[in-house]
């Protein structure tokens, strides 16, 4: 009876809108009540959810990767990325998906991706002769690259639940992350020549290569960081670290547009955007210590293990749960709750850990852009203007395009495991 109502109070707060945290804890006290459990379990769960030390890393990412937007990066990552796609026949959608590749790999998160580059390149595609809803279509489904590309904040949460290298799982997820940015291109251009969008004039080899010096600071702290953690020198939050006063350098004497006095309002909103995140991983936690008590994640992996204990299958079944987990959950609360059996299932049949890790974090990543609650895909309603229902429909050929690159990872483990072996061993 208590289970069925920590199911329900969380189904049902969810349905009427409520942040993902509030419903997890809301719930998890519902459970508690109703069992007769002291209600100091909620913070002691809460508290060794988030006393993991990877996690520190999280918020010194997170003030990178704003130090860097707010100083001048966005404006010359969307300038190159123009200069290099942007000639040919949907260059600038294009453009759009090389941008949040770029652009991905300095915040480590989807939903910075399209606040940051939205806010630019949704306007000037809509003022070029792009659809509204296309743009914001390809605006939301590229940010979705960004994570998989180092950092990347889930394999951060990743590597603290199951002790895996966060350095490894980077790695892990930079070949994933290519291919997808390669097929929403190539679904771009198709989709651009049979609609025949407009194309900018080619500026020739002189604004290419201004552009990249242009960049290049920006660019470098991703070099920074995967060698940072490849080399063994500093360890993830180390480098967190290390990242910010980069971007601090950067921006402020660099590029010499980040405002010194602007600086601490940076640092406040990243401190808010880091606790928001951490608030849901002690929350997942205490929900996911309940489901644990319960043997749910056991019942999970034997209900499987009864219907097939083919590998192969077993992956199908996890990809089909985890796209319907994603269209309803946020990604950090689905991880919490659901990496760590699924892991267990998936070791039980043969599947590599990092294997395992990198597509279900590329499942949840397309998660973002999916209906009814698809972050990524209101962030880019809202700056486009426009309602809901055009953008997701404009977005299913990028779903499919991401959805084929989902299968490739999950039935070629190398495109997974191949990188971090050969750079960083087993």
């Not at 759009?96 to 480590?108: K, L, P, Q, R």
């Not at 480098?239 to 350098?249: E, L, M, S």
């Not at 990543?365 to 229902?389: E, H, K, S």
Request: hydrophobic share 60%; charged share 5%; with cysteine.
């Amino acid at each position: 009876m208590e289970l069925l109502l920590l199911l329900v109070t969380f189904a049902g707060t969810l349905a009427l809108g409520v942040p993902v945290a509030v419903c997890l804890g809301l719930s998890s006290l519902a459970y508690i009540l109703a069992a007769g459990l002291p209600v100091v379990i909620i913070p002691q769960r809460m508290y060794a959810g988030m006393d993991v030390f990877v996690l520190l890393c999280i918020p010194g990412f997170i003030l990178a990767g704003n130090l860097m937007n707010y100083g001048g990066v966005t404006e010359r990552i969307i300038r190159f990325a123009n200069a290099l796609v942007g000639w040919m026949r949907g260059g600038l959608a294009m453009a759009n998906v090389a941008d949040s590749m770029m652009f991905g790999g300095i915040s480590g998160t989807a939903v910075a991706d399209v606040a940051a580059t939205g806010g630019v390149m949704i306007p000037g595609m809509k003022k070029s002769g792009y659809p509204a809803d296309f743009s914001a279509a390809i605006t939301a489904a590229s940010s979705t690259v960004g994570p998989m590309i180092p950092p990347s904040v889930p394999m951060i949460i990743v590597g603290a639940l199951s002790g895996m290298s966060v350095g490894q799982l980077f790695l892990a997820g930079a070949v994933p992350g290519l291919l997808m940015g390669i097929g929403m291109g190539i679904t771009c251009y198709v989709i651009a020549v049979r609609r025949n969008y407009p194309r900018q004039p080619w500026k020739g080899f002189g604004e290419l290569f201004a552009s990249f010096f242009s960049a290049f600071w920006a660019l470098a702290m991703i070099a920074l960081i995967i060698v940072g953690l490849m080399s063994g020198i500093a360890t993830p939050t180390e480098t967190a670290i290390v990242a910010c006063i980069y971007a601090f350098i950067v921006g402020a004497f660099i590029y010499r547009e980040l405002p010194i006095s602007r600086v601490p309002k940076i640092i406040v909103d990243s401190a808010v955007s880091s606790a928001g995140i951490l608030a849901l991983v002690g929350f997942a936690n205490v929900f996911g210590s309940i489901l644990a008590s319960e043997r749910i994640p056991q019942m999970l992996v034997n209900a499987v293990l009864s219907v097939t204990d083919n590998k192969y299958l077993v992956i199908l079944l996890i990809n089909c749960l985890l796209l319907v987990i994603g269209m309803f959950m946020e990604t950090i609360a689905a991880l919490i709750i659901l990496f760590v059996p699924l892991l267990t299932l998936a070791t039980s049949v043969g599947i590599d850990p990092l294997h395992f890790a990198t597509f279900a974090v590329l499942n949840l990543m397309i998660g973002l852009t999916t209906p009814p609650i698809g972050v990524c895909l209101f962030v880019a309603c809202n700056i486009a203007r426009i309602p809901l229902m055009p953008v997701i429909k404009a977005v299913i050929p990028f779903l499919i395009s991401n959805i084929i690159v989902l299968l490739l990872v999950s039935y070629y483990p190398p495109f997974a495991t191949w990188l971090p072996t050969t750079l960083m061993g087993t």
